[in-house]
């Protein structure tokens, strides 16, 4: 059985950081590309950042420079530093682990991040 279980949400002010954790089970962590999306009420959900088995990253356009995705294979664990925040930060993330090559998509239940001004 899949689970992402993500963890590290919480409130926080304008300028601050969190850091967000997914660990995974049930699949083979290292073939993945591990991601984490965000949705905000109202709004469709949106890819933040993403990190290929072969090492590569993207970020979407408003969060560059500002989050850090990271994977530790040891752990199966990836992580999203977030740095700098700002209101519009404000949503429910989750993470996303798709496997390239059976094209299936696992997705956690979720963890709120709230920015507050």
């Known amino acids: 059985q899949v689970q992402l279980v993500e963890s590290g949400g919480g409130s926080v002010q304008a300028g601050g950081s969190l850091r967000l954790s997914c660990t995974a089970s049930?699949?083979?962590?290292?073939?993945?590309?591990m991601g984490w999306y965000r949705q905000a009420p109202g709004k469709q959900r949106e890819l933040v950042a993403a990190s290929t088995s072969g090492g590569s990253t993207n970020y979407a356009d408003s969060v560059k420079g500002r989050f850090t995705i990271s994977r530790d294979y040891a752990k199966n664990t990836i992580y999203l530093q977030m740095n700098s925040l700002k209101t519009e930060d404000t949503a429910v993330y989750f993470c996303?682990?798709?496997?390239?090559?059976?094209?299936?998509?696992?997705w956690g239940l979720g963890t709120q991040v709230t920015v507050s001004s």
């Open positions: 049930g699949i083979i962590f290292s073939i993945h590309t």
């Open positions: 996303n682990a798709y496997s390239p090559a059976r094209s299936i998509t696992y």
